[in-house]
């Protein structure tokens, strides 16, 4: 069940409507405008910027000033459509530790008392000062503040540079404002020359298994860690089960670095605005929430949440509450055991609790950990792609909230290649909703909220994290339309080996390639339309003319399989359908008649293969409608078929066009993939790994 946050017995009056805020918000944005620039402009001096001396400015009047105002900020306004840039300098101070003490921002206490409290806070204050001491010592790059505070040149920088990093060969993409080069982290001083909390680096290197001579970064990490640390977008398309873990910890030191950051940033300027020694700085957001991490399934949040209890909680008195709850929802029941008759891939994805439908709220504080807290008190979240939606709500529905998503500045999808197989339009929906202004008003302190997100620029100082085992148009669309303005880095393996070599016997492997797109024909019509009808002039005429049966059709998208079972039926074709939506029953039913001989056909799709995995009895001939996503769905079906004998006429048939570039080349291999593109002729045949044309 979601937890859905609760809204507090204080409002029972109500909020803002959408309009009252955003006229609140310009108003507040506008003044605190004015008088920025009567600062710089007026009778004292002018702000001290990096890089340039004081300088004393004569006074203007005040008419001129708010001309200047608007005119100004249209100007940067308007640049900013083209590229988003950080305009806005803060004057933020470096980071102590103190006491916890929200500002405007609600922290429940539970399973604590009053007297371990006192203890915890007496002891913490100590070591705040050890910390400040140790960060006195080092001179390091804070990049929490150059990303959040400081107002830098961007730089583009277009080219591409590769990298070896252990064993792997990864392709560093850089794409415009991308400025710092890949750099080998390989010990922990290292690390904390960008930043990190030392107790942080501590904890994780206690953690580490590995020789501290020989660092505590994995190649993995190495390729990834200069990027999160500097908060530019990461589209890292080589996660796999052996590096899943390693992924796990690195996110999870990531996000509490963040956390912890802001929390010392608001806890120091509470005490100076506490003592009147300065102005409410602007610090914080609308709401408190920082981190949204959205995963596939409940066990791959309860890998992360154990990865957080490593790096967040040390020493003796660690607090942990609502542990038992959380283990009993999203940890493993005690004597499930692996279904050893699937894949070791299907093993690993779903043994433990896949259940595809949770949210969770988590705050983090000094050596303890809150789970379940209210999304408003929290300063994680962790959902999935469905969870999140069914809390946002859709148009017309009476309940729904999505304020908690207004100032998240750290976004992670991990598995994004799962997310494919489940629903991407939760992902679509989750992604609209996050980082717009609130529609109520939630005791916020708009005088120390940041400027930057008052005129709605969140998402161009928002962190985007995607993690998948493959490239695909989905996910490069996604990651194409943020606006970080640290820049983006897209990560991918150069070697695509593909999986022509797990075809465990010799299979007449035929690859047919659709007409080229007519300059007159939409990219939409040539993907759709002219796919049916290749395969319903091209393809199906072969296993009609000469009566053949036992035929398996997989098709990737269910909107694809739709159109092609109304056309079954429209034939009166001897056929049965298997889908993410079959029963058990029914499955069972199809499976048998059809290894008896009494089905002819059976369209499936790629998702009942992801989530059933079923071998089929008696399968003689596989078409595939289009390159599946997922190599893997490949050689499942395949591998279905017998041994060629000398007469055997087992056959597989692929039907492809000049758009399926990255997912024909997960299946046959970069350098085969050009050859099935590029050729002139448009049938090709494998026996096994190697292709050749059909002359």
């Not at 007026?42 to 001396?53: A, H, I, V």
């Not at 992604?431 to 916020?444: A, C, S």
């Not at 298997?578 to 009494?598: C, D, M, P, Q």
């Not at 059933?612 to 390159?627: A, D, I, S, T």
Request: aromatic share 10%; charged share 25%.
């Amino acid at each position: 069940m979601a937890n859905k946050p609760q809204q507090s017995n204080k409002r029972k009056r109500g909020g803002y409507s959408f309009q009252k805020t955003n006229k609140l918000l310009n108003r507040h944005g506008k003044a605190y405008r004015k008088q920025d620039v009567k600062e710089k402009k007026g009778g004292g001096g002018m702000r001290k910027r990096r890089g340039e001396d004081e300088q004393q400015v004569t006074a203007v009047p005040e008419t001129a000033v708010q001309e200047e105002v608007v005119d100004h900020y249209s100007a940067l306004i308007g640049s900013l459509k083209k590229k988003p840039r950080l305009y806005f300098e803060e004057l933020l101070q470096t980071e102590q530790e103190g006491e916890e003490e929200g500002s405007g921002e609600e922290r429940e206490e539970e399973d604590v008392s009053k007297e371990e409290e006192t203890d915890s806070n007496k002891s913490s204050d100590e070591e705040d000062e050890e910390d400040e001491e140790e960060d006195e010592e080092e001179v390091t790059t804070d990049q929490f503040i150059e990303c959040f505070s400081s107002e830098t040149p961007l730089q583009t920088n277009e080219d591409k540079t590769y990298t070896v990093t252990g064993n792997t060969l990864y392709n560093i993409q850089k794409t415009p404002n991308v400025t710092c080069p890949l750099s080998e982290i390989s010990s922990i001083p290292q690390m904390r020359s960008f930043g990190f909390e030392p107790g942080l680096l501590a904890q994780w290197e206690a953690t580490t298994k590995q020789i501290a001579s020989k660092g505590p970064l994995k190649p993995v990490s190495n390729a990834l860690f200069p990027y999160l640390a500097t908060y530019k977008d990461v589209l890292f398309s080589d996660s796999t089960f052996e590096n899943q873990a390693e992924l796990l910890k690195l996110l999870a030191l990531h996000s509490i670095n963040h956390v912890f950051k802001t929390r010392k940033r608001v806890l120091k300027n509470n005490a100076k605005v506490a003592k009147g020694d300065t102005e409410p700085p602007r610090d914080q957001g609308f709401t408190r929430p920082k981190v949204l991490l959205l995963f596939p399934f409940r066990n791959v949040a309860h890998k992360f949440v154990h990865q957080v209890f490593k790096l967040a909680l040390s020493g003796t008195k660690k607090q942990i509450s609502n542990r038992k709850r959380f283990e009993e929802e999203y940890g493993p029941d005690g004597d499930e055991k692996p279904n050893l008759s699937k894949s070791l891939s299907y093993q690993r994805l779903f043994l433990g609790n896949n259940d595809d439908f949770f949210t969770m709220g988590l705050a983090l504080a000094k050596n303890s950990v809150k789970l379940y807290t209210d999304f408003y008190s929290s300063d994680i979240i962790i959902a999935s792609p469905l969870g999140l939606r069914n809390v946002i709500g859709a148009e017309g529905d009476k309940i729904r909230d999505y304020d908690f998503l207004s100032s998240i500045e750290v976004l992670s999808l991990f598995m994004g290649d799962v997310f494919l197989m489940q629903n991407w339009e939760h992902v679509l929906h989750s992604l609209e909703f996050t980082n717009l202004k609130p529609v109520k008003d939630r005791d916020i302190d708009f005088s120390r909220v940041k400027n930057w997100i008052l005129d709605g620029l969140g998402s161009s100082y928002r962190q985007t994290l995607m993690f998948s085992s493959f490239s695909c148009p989905e996910i490069n669309s996604v990651f194409g339309t943020c606006k970080n303005h640290r820049g983006s880095v897209r990560i991918q393996s150069l070697s695509q080996p593909g999986v022509l070599s797990a075809i465990n016997s010799p299979v007449r492997q035929v690859f047919s390639r659709m007409p080229d797109r007519k300059a007159t024909q939409s990219p939409l019509d040539y993907l759709t339309t002219q796919r049916f009808e290749s395969f319903i002039h091209s393809i199906l005429p072969r296993y009609r003319a000469t009566d053949i049966n036992s035929v398996v059709v997989v098709i990737p998208s269910y909107f694809d399989f739709v159109r092609v079972r109304n056309h079954f039926k429209r034939e009166s074709s001897n056929f049965a359908q298997l889908s993410e939506y079959s029963t058990n029953k029914n499955i069972t039913n199809v499976r048998r008649k059809f290894a008896e001989g009494g089905i002819k056909y059976i369209l499936t799709t790629e998702r009942f293969f992801f989530f059933k995995r079923y071998k089929l009895k008696n399968v003689r001939h596989v078409v595939f409608y289009e390159p599946p996503l997922h190599s893997e769905c490949y050689t499942h079906y395949v591998n279905m078929l017998g041994g060629l004998a000398p007469d055997s006429q087992h056959t597989t048939t692929l039907l492809y066009n000049m758009l399926d570039g990255t997912k024909l080349e997960r299946i046959v291999g970069e350098k085969q993939c050009k050859l099935l593109i590029n050729s002139a002729q448009t049938t090709h045949i494998s026996l096994r790994s190697h292709i050749s044309s059909d002359m």
